[in-house]
Nanobody
């Protein structure tokens, strides 16, 4: 059984910073991808940042220059450093690991507001 545990979400003012962490445990063998997605109310889940199979980080355009993805596939951990947060970054953030199928965490809420 595979379990992903996220942490680090919270309430932050616009322009502030947050760091998200995700640790995976269980039978994930050859990690082919890992990263972060988010889902805002009334919207579909979207990719925020993820490592591709060759290890190259991909960022959605709206977070480029503000978010930094890091991780360690051997330790089954992935992180997202978020700076200069904007109201539109408010969402439930999910970490994702992929070997031959997708594994998801339970989500951690990020709220950007005064």
């Amino acid at each position: 059984q595979v379990q992903l545990v996220e942490s680090g979400g919270g309430l932050v003012q616009p322009g502030g910073s947050l760091s998200l962490s995700c640790a995976a445990s269980g039978n994930i063998f050859t990690i082919k991808g890992m990263g972060w997605y988010r889902q805002a109310p009334g919207k579909e889940r979207e990719v925020v940042a993820r490592f591709t199979r060759n290890g190259t980080p991909f960022y959605r355009d709206s977070v480029k220059g503000r978010f930094t993805l890091s991780g360690d596939s051997d330790k089954k951990m992935v992180f997202l450093q978020m700076t200069n947060l904007k109201r539109e970054d408010t969402a439930l953030y999910y970490c994702n690991f992929y070997d031959s199928k997708d594994y998801w965490g339970q989500g951690t809420q990020v709220t950007v507001a005064f």
